[in-house]
């Protein structure tokens, strides 16, 4: 059982939880991920590793609210447990030698993209982050990329703070002003990944896409994880979840996420109805 040290909202349906896993602590690295079960008969959910402090023992994981499972874990308090906290596992992101870096984060995927960010600092990489949200309530973690980049620009579809736009406008700026990166990293929504894979490729720029597919057993086994990469299949949870995102087959991968929204909304109903019929977990 791993003890929840720590909760907190960081917007309406976005929470960062603390959890206390020693072990994970000492391994985890940046672009790697947990498999969380809320309870013993929980789904098995992956969650990128946030941040961690090996000296506490403390991993930090943000996830959304979106369906049933993710609604059992956000209805766990600080001091409960978790039925499970597995990991680290998947390829870390590949970071050494990066010295000029563009992050580029989507909504909840700038979780992910904030632990690149910290590390290119640490390693002494120039940072220029650029991260996207629906409207200025879906804002989150702006503070902290602010303290990890050396140029940071926030984006909000509807204007309503930052700038207006995608995060492709800012990027597209600099890229046909002349700047050049070592590496964009991009980490997202499906679409924003493929525009930002689409802007960056005629400058030749290596970009790095984050995938998200639907995954359960983390170790490669059960092949849902599954996405096509220059033609070959590949899994995220063991060869990625770093790809190239100029070889990344985005439609596809958009295909079959689609496919699961039914059994998505479906559980999301179910969890609710048992909650107002008082059935609990």
């Known amino acids: 059982m791993y003890r929840i040290i720590k909760k907190e909202g960081l917007n309406d349906t976005v929470v960062r939880m603390r959890v206390e896993a020693p072990l994970v602590a000492k391994k985890a690295l940046a672009g790697q991920f947990v498999?969380?079960?809320?309870?013993?008969?929980?789904?098995?959910?992956?969650?990128?590793?946030?941040?961690?402090?090996?000296?506490?023992?403390?991993?930090?994981?943000?996830?959304q609210v979106v369906g049933g499972a993710t609604m059992s874990l956000a209805a766990k308090g600080e001091g409960e447990f978790l039925a499970g906290f597995t990991g680290p596992l998947g390829t870390p992101t590949a970071l050494e030698g990066v010295k000029k870096a563009a992050v580029i984060g989507g909504g909840v995927?700038?979780?992910?993209?904030?632990?690149?960010a910290r590390r290119l600092r640490e390693l002494g990489a120039e940072v220029t982050s650029v991260v996207g949200f629906r409207s200025r309530g879906l804002v989150i973690l702006e503070e902290e990329f602010r303290s990890y980049s050396d140029r940071f620009f926030l984006m909000t579809d509807d204007g309503s703070y930052g700038e207006k736009g995608n995060v492709c406008l800012p990027l597209n700026r600099l890229l046909e002003a002349g700047e050049r990166f070592d590496t964009v990293f991009a980490?997202?929504?499906?679409?924003?990944?493929?525009?930002?894979?689409?802007?960056?490729?005629?400058?030749?720029?290596?970009?790095?896409?984050?995938?998200?597919?639907?995954?359960?057993?983390g170790t490669g086994m059960c092949g849902c994880c599954r996405v096509t990469v220059g033609g070959e299949t590949k899994f995220a949870c063991v060869d990625g979840p770093d790809f190239d995102a100029h070889l990344v087959d985005f439609d596809e991968a958009m295909r079959r996420n689609r496919t699961y929204l039914p059994f998505e909304a479906a559980a999301r109903e179910r969890h609710c109805n048992l909650y107002k019929k008082g059935g609990g977990q």
Do not use: W
């Open 109 to 116: 995927g700038c979780a992910i993209a904030l632990p690149i």
């Open 187 to 217: 980490v997202g929504p499906l679409v924003m990944m493929k525009f930002v894979a689409l802007a960056t490729k005629p400058y030749a720029v290596k970009t790095v896409a984050s995938m998200n597919p639907i995954m359960i057993d």
């Open 35 to 63: 498999i969380v079960r809320a309870d013993e008969n929980g789904e098995r959910i992956p969650l990128t590793v946030a941040g961690c402090d090996p000296s506490s023992g403390g991993v930090d994981v943000i996830f």
